[in-house]
């Protein structure tokens, strides 16, 4: 497993890193509507150091954590991995009690085991959207993950865009050239709930049959693989990271069709944390209004209503499309990846 650990405050780490962080603007510094007086001192009087695992990129990673550290003077030490990698990681340490991590940052936080996790009340709550709220407030939603189909604009014609996935398995033009994540178990859920059971079925063994996908492992390697070329259309992968190539030049863009599925980079405290104050002011910091508005910088989607996307009229792109929030718990998520996997096998 691949853990990288950062000290943001350690300019050695930073160097080693190859990164460059850019400096916090005042107008941030000045807002910091989420640093309530009570929880910052509740949090100060843990110490001075919290502890964070998180999937998102160092690029993207990095400068939000730099963000809270200058507003708050608590240092961030920041453990990358895969999902996989942080929840196998989770349950060894659970495992041996051991208190190492304070906040996890990932797409996989409602498939942990929930007694692994506090419930949690924040004060920015109110200004998020709902559905990207647990339930029982074990976790809250940081990003939106909308699933959508993507093309490279150098090989696929926008004008000739499918308008439905029946239509996009008539393509056979396209056959050899097309990919889709082997892990989009919540896209297949979203084709199940919308259709049936019966008609996805069929339409995601036309797709497989008719357009022969690669399938592949990692979300944003396929996003960049659209945009070089690589692939000429990914049957499905996460808008935000498509929006990511495109605002670094990359020759791609996306479209929505129904069903879009959606589900939330989650944000949870660990029940043994060591800072738990200071992991509550950090999840309040990033479902924040400027931690969200960081965010969208690199096109991901944020969970608040009055923040803009990147560009600004990426919502409105959705149309009427239906969509359709998932949110496995860990038994569901076994399910749904083994009917994925069987119904992704080349034909």
């Known amino acids: 497993m691949d853990f990288q650990r950062r000290d943001l405050l350690k300019g050695a780490a930073l160097g080693a890193a190859g990164l460059t962080l850019a400096p916090v603007s005042s ?57 996989t990698g942080l929840m196998s990681r989770i349950v060894l340490e659970a495992r041996a009690q051991q208190k190492s991590w304070d906040l996890v ?37 940081v990003y939106s993950n909308y699933n959508s189909p993507a093309f490279n604009t150098k090989f696929v014609d926008k004008a000739t865009l499918p308008k439905t996935y029946e239509e996009m398995a008539t393509r056979k033009d396209w056959a050899g050239k097309v990919a889709i994540d082997g892990n989009d178990s919540q896209w297949v859920y979203a084709m199940f709930t919308h259709f049936g059971e019966a008609k996805a079925r069929k339409i995601i063994s036309d797709l497989v049959a008719n357009l022969k996908p690669t399938v592949v492992d990692g979300h944003l ?11 000429w259309v990914a049957i499905n992968n996460y808008t935000n990271l498509t929006i990511n190539v495109m605002l670094k030049g990359g020759d791609t863009d996306w479209w929505a069709m129904e069903p879009v599925g959606l589900f939330f980079g989650q944000a949870g405290i660990n029940v043994r944390a060591p800072h738990p104050k200071m992991a509550q002011l950090a999840t309040n910091f990033l479902v924040s209004k400027e931690a969200q508005t960081l965010l969208t910088e690199a096109g991901r989607l944020p969970v608040r209503p009055d923040v803009n996307a990147n560009p600004p009229d990426t919502m409105k792109r959705f149309g009427a499309n239906k969509v359709i929030p998932v ?19 080349p034909r």
């Open 105 to 141: 940052v990932t797409t996989a936080v409602s498939k942990l085991p929930q007694d692994f996790l506090q419930v949690l009340d924040l004060p920015e709550a109110k200004n998020i959207d709902p559905v990207a709220i647990d339930p029982k407030k074990k976790w809250y939603g």
């Open 221 to 231: 390697a396929l996003a960049r693989s659209v945009g070089l070329g690589e692939y």
């Open 327 to 345: 949110n496995f718990s860990p038994e569901d998520e076994k399910k749904w990846q083994k009917i994925t996997t069987e119904l992704l096998k």
């Open 27 to 83: 107008a941030f510094a000045q807002a910091n509507s989420w640093m309530t007086p009570d929880l910052l001192a509740a949090a100060k009087a843990e110490g001075n150091e919290i502890i964070v695992y998180g999937s998102m990129n160092e690029q993207e990673a990095l400068p939000l954590w730099k963000a809270f550290e200058s507003a708050t003077g608590i240092r961030v030490q920041f453990v990358r991995s895969s999902d």
